[in-house]
């Protein structure tokens, strides 16, 4: 047997002067732990059981057929299994996490690299298509143990598609946006393999028939196949060979060159696992296709995604998805009152998140929904025709009180008939109401007093609200982590009160084009925030903004100050060294900046500062020269 080579550390592989710089994010065992005596762990006075007489040699050629997952979930039995493990030449393996790389510099990698199990290149793999191929063949040619590849945008073709298939350790295959096509490939190749989990998104060129036949080949063992956004047609019959039996897991978004017969013909193959089914943005999908999917997958079907399809859901079977848990149905325009509720009916009443957005539904036919819906999350977003009355019956057909998320977003509705509102929101965590113009205050008021201690983001951007009625609210909001009140007609008098319900939860306050001027505010902050927006705001206060900034000094991650009128000159009221967490400045377009108080600002930071943004303010080039001067280390992260 040849000598095992040493180990390379990081540093030997990742030579600047000929590997470019690749973010190694999860490399397990760099260095090889010391063995530990099992005396350590078990006692000896106790008979040996069966683990501990298991040569090690035997040991570690079981592990040689267990894959990522069961390799961790094993080391988890217990402690003598885990230093079984590391004793294991087996327990030497490395996962690697690349950016942007050239197909040279892969080769380069495979070469010095010794142990590979999972490769992931998380921009592009850069080069022609020949040298793209080759770098690939070379990877999986020189380490054996490879079991995952994930590959976001490359150049490669059927020939490293091929080489991948006929690897007989891969489990996982991800090549997307690449110029693979699927033809004509070679059935001898697979049958040494039987991966897991294939994506080719975005691969336009992809055809499909071949692959479809080539990995429907018995027995597979294919458990999610992604094929979205591709060029799919099946445009002949699939071979009787052909079947996906451990499929649980179908994407074919986006491909509109697939005819409804053929999805039904591919869907006919899927065997009785399938839990995920996602076409959204397949335009050849009708109300047949979908009593296909209820025929089939009746049973076991948990996810389906069938948003911008043109179904209206007149469904004449009487089949039920007795396990649907998620259903998107957004921007289908065709869906008709009727039928959206009698499909609701086949939901069996397990339905936890739905998202109707930008529908033309008015919810007016509900009283044909005979089942109460468990729902967690509701979006509503973007329907345009909903009213009161619609949106206040759906709410009501909500059972447990289990909401969490609920979007109206961009809606017409006033929430002036909020005394029809039975629904039990007490659990509610997440409530946007963006752009809702046509929102009352004393309805929402009411809903808010309605939601129950939980809320923790709370977004009513660009609305017209200003809370001049906070009096009234009753609620109080212990966790409320959010609030954005950005662009709408809020003074500071008036956000006080919400204010002060949720300052000591409150990490992130976004203000953007408001009254507020932070004179009041600071005063009563004790809110541990990381983000605050005031950009726009005109009557902002530099007092109250140093004592804003005093009061949450320790947790700021972003300060976003763009058009306003600041000019820092107060900045020696802030605290020494009062910012130390400090990510973000955001100064665009503050005109009446004062060079020494930003420099005086930039001397509380601490080195977390990453970015600081002084386009179109009145900093000059000499100035800016003059505050890298004085911290060097921000020269790469003043933008102008």
Same mark, same amino acid.
């Given at each position: 047997?040849?000598?095992?080579?040493?180990?390379?550390?990081?540093?030997?592989?990742?030579?600047?002067?000929?590997?470019?710089?690749?973010?190694?994010?999860?490399?397990?065992?760099?260095? $090889?732990?010391?063995?530990?005596?099992?005396?350590?762990?078990?006692?000896?006075?106790?008979?040996?059981?069966?683990?501990?007489?298991?040569?090690?040699?035997?040991?570690?050629?079981?592990?040689?057929?267990?894959?990522?997952?069961?390799?961790?979930?094993?080391?988890?039995?217990?402690?003598?299994?885990?230093?079984?493990?590391?004793?294991?030449e087996r327990w030497h393996f490395k996962i690697w996490k690349?950016?942007?790389?050239?197909?040279?510099?892969?080769?380069?990698?495979?070469?010095?690299?010794?142990?590979?199990?999972?490769?992931?290149?998380?921009?592009?793999?850069?080069?022609?298509?020949?040298?793209?191929?080759?770098?690939?063949?070379?990877?999986?040619?020189?380490?054996?143990?490879?079991?995952?590849? $994930?590959?976001?945008?490359?150049?490669?073709?059927?020939?490293?598609?091929?080489?991948?298939?006929?690897?007989?350790?891969?489990?996982?295959?991800?090549?997307?946006?690449?110029?693979?096509?699927?033809?004509?490939?070679?059935?001898?190749?697979?049958?040494?393999?039987?991966?897991?989990?294939?994506?080719?998104?975005?691969c336009l060129d992809l055809s499909g028939r071949d692959l479809?036949?080539?990995?429907?080949?018995?027995?597979?063992?294919?458990?999610?196949?992604?094929?979205?956004?591709?060029?799919?047609?099946?445009?002949?019959?699939?071979?009787?060979?052909?079947?996906?039996?451990?499929?649980?897991?179908?994407?074919?978004?986006?491909?509109?060159?697939? !005819?409804?017969?053929?999805?039904?013909?591919?869907?006919?193959?899927?065997?009785?696992?399938?839990?995920?089914?996602?076409?959204?943005?397949?335009?050849?999908?009708?109300?047949?296709?979908?009593?296909?999917?209820?025929?089939?997958?009746?049973?076991?079907?948990?996810?389906?995604?069938?948003?911008?399809?043109?179904?209206?859901?007149?469904?004449?079977?009487?089949?039920?998805?007795?396990?649907?848990?998620?259903?998107?149905?957004?921007?289908?325009?065709?869906?008709?009152?009727?039928?959206?509720?009698?499909?609701?009916?086949?939901?069996?009443?397990?339905?936890?998140?739905?998202?109707?957005?930008?529908?033309?539904?008015?919810?007016?036919?509900?009283?044909?929904?005979?089942?109460?819906?468990?729902?967690?999350?509701?979006?509503?977003?973007?329907?345009?025709?909903?009213?009161?009355?619609?949106?206040?019956?759906?709410?009501? $057909?909500?059972?447990?009180?289990?909401?969490?998320?609920?979007?109206?977003?961009?809606?017409?509705? !006033?929430?002036?008939?909020?005394?029809?509102?039975?629904?039990?929101?007490?659990?509610?965590?997440?409530?946007?109401?963006?752009?809702?113009?046509?929102?009352?205050?004393?309805?929402?008021?009411?809903?808010?007093?309605?939601?129950?201690?939980?809320?923790?983001?709370?977004?009513?951007?660009?609305?017209?609200?200003?809370?001049?009625?906070?009096?009234?609210?009753?609620?109080?909001?212990?966790?409320?982590?959010?609030?954005?009140?950005?662009?709408?007609?809020?003074?500071?008098?008036?956000?006080?009160?919400?204010?002060?319900?949720?300052?000591?939860?409150?990490?992130?306050?976004?203000?953007?084009?408001?009254?507020?001027?932070?004179?009041?505010?600071?005063?009563?902050?004790?809110?541990?925030?990381?983000?605050?927006?005031?950009?726009?705001?005109?009557?902002?206060?530099?007092?109250?903004?140093?004592?804003?900034?005093?009061?949450?000094?320790?947790?700021?991650?972003?300060?976003?100050?763009?058009?306003?009128?600041?000019?820092?000159?107060?900045?020696?009221?802030?605290?020494?060294?009062?910012?130390?967490?400090?990510?973000?400045?955001?100064?665009?377009?503050?005109?009446?900046?004062?060079t020494q108080g930003l420099i005086a600002l930039l001397g509380?930071?601490?080195? $977390?500062?990453?970015?600081?943004?002084?386009?179109?303010?009145?900093?000059?080039?000499?100035?800016?020269?003059?505050?890298?001067?004085?911290?060097?280390?921000?020269?790469?992260?003043?933008?102008?």
């Open positions: 047997m040849s000598e095992k080579p040493p180990d390379m550390t990081v540093s030997h592989v990742l030579d600047r002067n000929k590997l470019p710089d690749m973010a190694v994010s999860h490399v397990l065992d760099r260095n $090889k732990p010391p063995y530990m005596a099992v005396s350590h762990v078990l006692d000896r006075s106790s008979k040996p059981s069966f683990l501990e007489t298991v040569p090690l040699e035997l040991f570690d050629h079981i592990l040689k057929y267990l894959g990522i997952s069961e390799k961790k979930a094993i080391r988890l039995l217990n402690r003598f299994i885990l230093l079984r493990f590391r004793s294991s690349l950016g942007t790389i050239s197909a040279e510099q892969l080769g380069l990698f495979a070469s010095q690299v010794y142990t590979v199990l999972g490769l992931e290149i998380s921009c592009e793999l850069t080069g022609e298509s020949s040298l793209v191929d080759e770098s690939l063949v070379n990877l999986v040619r020189s380490h054996s143990d490879l079991s995952s590849i $994930k590959i976001r945008k490359s150049s490669c073709t059927n020939r490293s598609l091929e080489v991948l298939l006929a690897h007989a350790s891969i489990v996982s295959i991800n090549l997307d946006h690449s110029s693979i096509t699927g033809d004509n490939l070679n059935p001898e190749m697979y049958y040494s393999s039987r991966p897991e989990s294939i994506s080719l998104a975005g479809v036949s080539v990995l429907g080949m018995e027995p597979n063992r294919l458990k999610c196949l992604n094929l979205s956004h591709t060029s799919l047609q099946l445009d002949q019959p699939l071979a009787s060979h052909v079947s996906f039996p451990s499929l649980e897991e179908l994407n074919l978004n986006s491909c509109v060159l697939l !005819t409804e017969q053929s999805f039904i013909c591919l869907l006919s193959r899927v065997g009785s696992r399938l839990r995920s089914l996602k076409l959204a943005g397949y335009s050849n999908l009708t109300d047949v296709g979908v009593e296909a999917i209820l025929d089939k997958t009746s049973e076991t079907l948990i996810h389906l995604d069938i948003s911008e399809t043109p179904v209206t859901l007149g469904l004449e079977v009487s089949r039920s998805f007795l396990q649907l848990k998620t259903l998107s149905l957004r921007d289908c325009k065709s869906l008709s009152e009727v039928g959206f509720p009698k499909f609701l009916n086949k939901t069996g009443g397990n339905l936890r998140h739905l998202d109707v957005g930008a529908t033309q539904l008015t919810f007016s036919e509900l009283r044909l929904l005979t089942v109460n819906l468990p729902l967690e999350r509701l979006n509503l977003e973007f329907c345009l025709e909903l009213r009161d009355r619609g949106f206040f019956s759906l709410l009501n $057909k909500t059972s447990g009180g289990r909401l969490k998320s609920l979007d109206t977003s961009c809606t017409k509705i !006033t929430l002036s008939e909020v005394g029809d509102l039975t629904a039990n929101l007490a659990n509610l965590e997440e409530l946007r109401m963006m752009m809702c113009k046509t929102l009352e205050e004393d309805g929402l008021v009411a809903i808010l007093n309605k939601t129950g201690p939980k809320l923790r983001i709370l977004n009513l951007n660009w609305t017209n609200v200003i809370f001049t009625g906070v009096t009234s609210l009753t609620a109080t909001f212990p966790l409320l982590e959010e609030i954005d009140l950005g662009e709408s007609r809020v003074f500071e008098s008036s956000l006080l009160g919400l204010f002060l319900k949720a300052q000591r939860s409150l990490k992130r306050l976004k203000l953007r084009s408001t009254f507020v001027n932070l004179g009041q505010i600071s005063l009563f902050s004790r809110a541990p925030l990381e983000e605050l927006d005031l950009t726009k705001c005109e009557e902002l206060w530099e007092n109250g903004l140093m004592d804003m900034l005093n009061k949450t000094s320790n947790t700021l991650r972003i300060l976003n100050l763009a058009s306003t009128k600041i000019t820092l000159s107060e900045t020696y009221n802030l605290s020494s060294a009062s910012l130390p967490n400090l990510e973000e400045i955001n100064l665009i377009n503050c005109k009446h900046l004062s509380k930071t601490g080195d $977390k500062l990453k970015l600081l943004n002084l386009a179109h303010t009145n900093i000059t080039v000499p100035q800016i020269s003059e505050i890298i001067g004085i911290y060097p280390h921000l020269q790469n992260y003043i933008y102008t």
